[in-house]
């Protein structure tokens, strides 16, 4: 625990724990905020996706939609929670890993 409060910058257990309550929150809410998007463009039925792409098409659409929900739910989340600084230094960390650090104020 004293590495990764150490790696994150954090100075308490209740941070900490606040923290990987917000992770566990925002993976969970990303994928149900999703379902009802998927369903609004029609990619919900697995049956009508897998006919004209195959199972890989579909549930690689489904993980590429549902990256964009976690990242914005991510800083909410975090916000809502009062760690809003956490998670706006974690996430441009995070964009600017995968190459979208341009997308950036």
Sequence with gaps: MKKLK???GITSN??????CVVFAITGSASVW???????????DSLKEITEWWGPWIYWSLRILLIFPFYQVLLVLFGWLFGQFKFFWAFEKKMLKRLGLGALLP
């Excluded at 209740?14 to 923290?19: D, E, F, N, P, S």
């Design 6 to 8: 150490a790696r994150w």
């Design 14 to 19: 209740t941070q900490l724990l606040i923290i």
């Design 33 to 43: 905020v999703a379902k009802p998007f998927l369903h609004w463009i029609r990619l």
